[in-house]
């Protein structure tokens, strides 16, 4: 009878952990077909890099969102948060010492800065990092992706990189530049939306000048961009359009970088008048990224060169309203290009993707197949419901195929805001596999609205209806740009920034001393630089 009865406990108890094995990694998360029959017995620790995910580092406990997910996955998440001012510092640091994080968000080969690129190969050298397997079969979403990216191979292969989806539509591109500006200012001066530089240069230079908020101070500036890094991103479309970006254009003679254009002298000749106007803010070249959009944010810069997506336009808001007391409707709008040269307006086209993320050396194929489960899943219609609206039932129900929220108390204007602070992971899950949407993002909807607030939705979607309509896509070779680059310190983005700002601040004829820098270049080997870089180029054209 005993042995009978430990029989029956013995059962019971592998019956028990068998149950425990097969509901401890579910969840009640809707999944894709393509995950439904994938059972993940192996519990697993996974340490993911990002940027500013710290709310989520220290709230891992209140969050539901977070435990959902590792459920699914059987995996115990851990954030390791990075800021965009240190993360290329932090990531090396991490890779002299061998802890990197399993998975870690930079920017390599998606960058304008040569350096960056050249950063992949340094990592695949050392063999910090690892490559994807060439079999995505079981993950079809980023198979797909893959699908279309054969030029971000490395020499041996192989992928190295998981690249972050900017927008499905590349019209939506035209969202990454814009030029948010103070209408009321503007109805204050008396002055229209400026159509060609010369009337920009004149709308900047009376915001800096002419006292817009009549408070009989000299305290406003013209223009400002939020990163001088994107400097003249939106304005240069409408100077000399191919050089909006500090990247390789392609010529007769083959690539060059941009900045060595006869166009270019455009760019150096007008940033000297905005400059010199008092437009362009005098200290451009000292202040932190965020430095712009605080000086906006408090009523004291005229135009801000930034992003116009629905979600940017909400973050601009919600920093608005920390200072401002004024509608932020009533007081901003956004300005769309003014025609270049040619007599025609050109629309931003950025990368295919932006970012990427890069996969430790010290993952293992089984902790490597349930991270690209993982992003497989955020790149779903199931995992995208999740990121952006919250959990079904708790946060929104679906009613006659509708959305309808279920939540009362909506912080900010903003569901976006209200998730993030009772989920903090989705600081990270909505941008872990891709940055952008689709154009169901900037159409006016209650989703959106509850999403971004009415107005940042009501101007980004008119202001992508007008670039449609208007506007002609910037040619762009992705193939040449996404190609890991040799290394300079002499040619890096950030060189030619300080040379360009160099001669923006200087006193002699802007273009002679364009000219002299161009000279130096050449001295220094620029010329041998780019044939380089164009037999590098065909030779991995050919090779595929």
């Known amino acids: 009878m005993k042995r009978f009865v430990y029989s029956i406990i013995t059962v019971l108890m592998i019956l028990c952990i068998f149950t425990s094995c097969s509901v401890n990694h579910r969840s009640t998360l809707p999944i894709p077909d393509s995950m439904k029959n994938v059972t993940f017995s192996e519990h697993m620790d996974i340490s993911i890099g990002f940027w500013n995910i710290h709310d989520m580092s220290n709230n891992k406990d209140r969050d539901a969102i977070l435990k959902e997910i590792e459920n699914t996955f059987n995996i115990t998440i851990h954030p390791v948060s990075v800021s965009w001012e240190n993360y290329k510092e932090r990531y090396q640091i991490m890779s002299s ?20 690129s050249a950063r992949l190969l340094t990592l695949i050298e050392n063999h910090d990092i690892r490559a994807l397997p060439n079999d995505l079969s079981k993950f079809p979403r980023l198979r797909e992706i893959f699908g279309n990216m ?18 499905k539509d590349p019209l939506l591109s035209f969202s990454d530049v814009g030029m948010v500006v103070r209408k009321d200012w503007m109805e204050t001066l008396g002055m229209d939306a400026p159509e060609n530089l010369e009337e920009f240069i004149e709308l900047v230079g009376a915001f800096a000048n002419k006292d817009p908020d009549r408070n009989g ?51 150096v000749q007008a940033y000297r008048r905005l400059y010199e106007t008092g437009g362009l803010d005098p200290d451009f070249y000292t202040k932190k990224a965020t430095d712009a ?13 930034y992003k116009v997506s629905p979600s940017a336009i909400m973050e601009l808001e919600s920093v608005w309203r920390l200072h401002q007391d004024k509608p932020f409707e009533e007081c901003v709008g956004l300005l769309e290009i003014f025609p270049a040269p040619d007599g025609k307006r050109y629309r931003n086209v950025s990368n295919v993707f932006w970012s990427e993320t890069l996969i430790s050396s010290n993952v293992d194929d089984n902790k490597m197949e349930r991270i690209l489960y993982l992003f497989d899943y955020l790149l779903s219609e199931e995992g995208y419901a999740l990121i952006r609206y919250g ?3 708790v946060d929104y129900i679906i009613q006659d195929g509708k959305y309808h929220c279920l939540l009362e108390d909506i912080s900010e204007g903003s569901l976006v805001k209200t998730l993030e602070n009772k989920y903090p992971s989705l600081t990270l899950f909505p941008s872990l596999a891709s940055w952008g949407g689709d154009r169901t993002d900037f159409e006016p909807n209650e989703i959106n609205y509850l999403r971004y607030g009415k107005y940042a939705t009501d101007i980004s979607y008119q202001s992508l209806l007008w670039n449609e309509e208007n506007t002609i896509p910037v040619e762009r070779n992705f193939d040449c740009l996404l190609m890991p680059k040799e ?56 090779s595929r």
């Open 293 to 305: 959009v605080d000086d906006f944010a408090r009523g004291k810069l005229g135009a801000l060169e």
């Open 391 to 393: 959990l079904e039932g």
């Open 487 to 542: 290394p300079s310190d002499m040619f890096s983005t950030q060189a030619v920034l300080d040379d360009l700002t160099r001669i923006i601040i200087g006193k002699g004829d802007p273009i002679q001393m364009w000219e002299s820098q161009l000279e130096r270049y050449y001295q220094e080997g620029i010329a041998d630089y780019i044939q380089r870089h164009n037999e590098a180029y065909l030779k991995n054209k050919y």
């Open 97 to 116: 010492t061998k802890s990197l994080p399993d998975i870690f968000a930079t920017v390599t080969i998606s960058s304008t800065s040569a350096n960056d």
């Open 150 to 167: 054969d030029y971000i191979r490395a020499a041996d292969g192989n992928f190295y990189v998981i690249p972050r989806i900017a927008f």
């Open 217 to 267: 101070l000299h305290d406003t500036i013209g223009y400002n961009v939020n990163n001088r890094a994107a400097l003249g991103k939106w304005l240069i479309l409408g100077i000399a359009p191919q050089c909006n970006i500090y990247s390789w254009i392609k010529t007769e003679q083959g690539f060059i970088p941009s900045y060595l254009t006869e166009d270019f002298k455009l760019v």
